[in-house]
């Protein structure tokens, strides 16, 4: 199972836009052409970022800002603002397995816990690393080069 590439979007949208905000006007079309995607994509991801409050978007010619301090911006608020998953459900199970069967009867009561305990150790992860970490280690690679 995979996370969304929402998430990876998002960040390298974020990290654009820490790095180029002096040079660039932070367009839709500039992101996308640093992400190599189409730019009906990260409308999408702007408009959630945005409605998240991480970003702020000037229509027209404005351009796409970051809206808070970078150290107060995990990657658990971009992963929470791109819908990567919904509530608890990093895991999905498959819908109905067999009564009939004492592991399909039980697998539920075997696994579930097991795998919230998992998804929430992951967001606890997510929350700890902020924006301005990764744009740390990322400027360190765009000095040696």
Known sequence: MQISSRFTIAMHMLACMDVFKEEYKITSDFLASSINVNPVIIRKILSQLKDAGLI????????????????????????????????????HFHENPSPDCPVGRNIHNVLDDKLTRIQAAMEQELKSITLDDMNLD???????S
């Open 56 to 91: 702020e978007v000037k229509r027209g010619t404005g351009g796409a800002v970051i809206a808070k301090p970078l150290e107060e911006i995990t990657f658990f608020d971009v992963y929470r603002s791109v819908d990567c998953v919904e509530e608890n459900k990093l895991f």
């Open 138 to 144: 990322l400027k360190k690679y765009l000095d040696e």
